[in-house]
Structure formats: C-alpha cells, structure tokens
C-alpha cells in the first residue's frame, strides 16, 4: 500500500461522505466557500518517510491573498497556505497519522475512521469560526506583544506571531476598523525588525545581509497599509 492507493480508497469511501456536506474536491484536497467569506479547507499529507497519512483541518478567507502573496484559489490553495489549521485525530487533540497496511480491509478502516474524527472533531473546528469576524475581533494588538505563541481560542496554537499580526491586520481593514489594523501592522512590523536584528548579530557576511535586508522589505510591504 502506498500514497496514491491510499488515495484511491478516499475518493471512494471519504469524498462520498464530505461531498454531502457541500464540500469539493477529491484526494487529498477539499474545501468549502461560506457567506461569511471564510474558506474551510481540509487536507490528506502522506507523510516524509512514507507509510501513513495525516490530517489538517484549515480555515482561509476569500479575501485576501496566502501566504505566498498570491491571490487566492480556492481550489488550489492547501492548509499549508493556511495561518489558522489544526491537526485532526480521533481524539481531537495532538499529532496522529493513519499507517497504511498491507490489507485492503484495514485500509478501509482507517479512511473511515478518518471520517468519524473528521465529522467529530473536525467540523468543530470549522465551526469555532462559523460566526467572522469572532474571534478575531476580540484580539487587541497588546495580545501579540504579551503572547508570541498565540492561542487562539484556547485551543488553537499560532506559531508565528508575524504572520497572525499580518492576517489580523488584514481582518481589521476588512471589517472597517484601520486604526486597529495600524496598530497590528505596527507590532508586526516591531516583530519582523526584532527578528532581523537578531539575524544580522549572528550573520555577517555580504549575502547575508543581503537577505536580511529583502526580510525586511517583504515584511514593509506586507504590513504596508
């Protein structure tokens, strides 16, 4: 059992099943467009060393660009373009990964039970976001400043906390308030210069700084408003 056959038994016995919860897509990629312009997205990874498969569930917005600052297409844009995503298992929290076997039989089961922990947890995840702009009309700049490793909702880590400065300024602009987006481009932008002062210390050499300097410029025009 490799990959491309795992993915053969999604399309037959996963797909079906999202399908009729209004969702597109087939493999190892689906997603679904709401009126409240936020973009569920759910995806399959085989795994680096092959021999499995895990899950992530994924919220984008159909009004900005990704992460790689283009525009977006939903039907091409994967959970790894996403800033807010969590990792599915049957217990609804922590790191997991479904091994592929040698029965077909066994296989089966584990793209059902890929459905089970998808309608148990994942759908809750999706609707934890279900009424934007909540929740993120209730962060305040100083959250960021305090908090590195944001934790949205109690539940959700963000790792990057340039990166949520930057969508959060993009959310605020969208719902009309531009002071407020200021305010995160401001602690964006103290945290990109915070992170290539922190470089340049330990890189000296011309293309380093070369670099640096491209960091820089990418973060100005990313918080730009």
């Not at 602009?173 to 992170?195: C, H, P, W, Y």
Request: glycine share 6%; with cysteine; hydrophobic share 35%.
């Amino acid at each position: 059992m490799n990959a491309s056959i795992f993915k053969k038994l999604v399309n037959k016995y996963f797909s079906p099943n999202i399908r009729q919860l209004n969702w597109k897509g087939s493999g190892f990629h689906f997603f679904q467009s709401n009126p409240n312009h936020v973009v569920n997205i759910f995806g399959i990874q085989g795994s680096w060393y092959g021999g499995s498969v895990c899950c992530e569930t994924a919220i984008h917005f159909d009004f900005i660009h990704d992460l790689a600052h283009k525009e977006i297409d939903i039907s091409k844009t994967t959970y790894a373009s996403c800033i807010i995503r969590n990792r599915l298992s049957p217990k609804g929290s922590g790191d997991y990964h479904w091994r592929f076997r040698d029965n077909e039989e066994e296989n089966i089961k584990s793209v059902n039970q890929i459905w089970e922990a998808f309608e148990t947890h994942g759908l809750s995840f999706y609707n934890d976001f279900a009424n934007f702009p909540y929740p993120f009309d209730n962060i305040n700049p100083k959250d960021l400043e305090i908090a590195h490793n944001y934790k949205l909702l109690d539940k959700y880590h963000i790792t990057n906390s340039i990166h949520l400065a930057w969508l959060l300024k993009e959310i605020n602009l969208f719902i009309s308030r531009k002071e407020i987006a200021k305010d995160f481009s401001e602690v964006g932008m103290g945290q990109a210069l915070t992170n290539a002062a922190r470089m340049s210390s330990s890189s000296r050499s011309i293309r380093a700084k070369g670099n640096i300097q491209k960091y820089i410029e990418v973060n100005r025009e990313m918080f730009r408003i």
